[in-house]
């Protein structure tokens, strides 16, 4: 059973276009993170959600929108897609902050802009 | 300066060789932790330690807080074992990330 897994794994698309990438875990964790890994393979924090309520928002441009249906799931919605979009993003989760916090990553989303 | 720095950023080693990868940090942290990518893509999560030595197979992963200061060591080392290695931390309940260091191991 997949423990991280997100759809689509793959994302080539115009620029200007809005597109979604989802995110789900059934590890019964309460955090859930999204991560971007540019072309330098440097990762980077987008986003914390614990149990549904954004807890970290690292500087992301307003046309990034993290959407938390319940707290198995994260969503990421992007407006307006610029160059600058393209890279790897990662959808991880793991238990809350105080406890054993170690991160388990979903297999990654290849969003290429053209 | 980034806040987490690993060394060397590349590395280049003939199998059965000994491995040592180090990160160090300059924030407070509550955790510090190794990560595997593949060149698949996959990010796997190798050790989480807040202190002393967590040994997994030819895996070994120390920590001395004080220095700031952590080392994988892979003893010894296999082809199976090229991929990127990140070192993390976990400060302000966020990872902050490494570059990374490439591992190639050739047999």
């Known amino acids: 059973d997949t423990a991280v897994s997100q759809t689509p794994k793959y994302l080539v698309t115009q620029m200007g276009n809005d597109k979604s990438i989802k995110c789900e875990q059934n590890l019964g964790h309460d955090t859930m993170y999204w991560y971007k890994q540019d072309s330098k393979k440097f990762l980077k924090i987008m986003f914390s959600?614990?149990?549904?309520?954004?807890?970290i928002n690292e500087t992301v441009p307003n046309r990034f929108s993290p959407k938390s249906p319940d707290k198995a799931h994260l969503n990421l919605h992007i407006n307006s897609l610029e160059l600058g979009d393209s890279a790897v993003y990662f959808c991880a989760s793991s238990l809350p902050r105080g406890q054993h916090n170690e991160q388990f990553f979903g297999p990654g989303t290849r969003l290429t802009v053209l | 300066k980034n806040e987490v720095e690993q060394s060397p950023q590349n590395l280049t080693a003939q199998e059965g060789e000994f491995i040592t990868i180090n990160c160090s940090y300059s924030v407070g942290i509550s955790a510090l932790h190794w990560l595997q990518q593949h060149p698949g893509g996959g990010i796997v999560s190798l050790f989480m330690l807040s202190s002393g030595k967590k040994k997994h197979g030819r895996l070994i992963a120390t920590i001395n807080i004080q220095e700031k200061h952590s080392s994988l060591h892979i003893t010894p080392s296999h082809p199976r074992d090229s991929a990127v290695y990140i070192c993390a931390v976990t400060g302000r309940n966020k990872l902050v990330f490494g570059a990374g260091t490439i591992l190639r191991v050739k047999s």
């Open positions: 959600y614990n149990n549904k309520e954004l807890i």
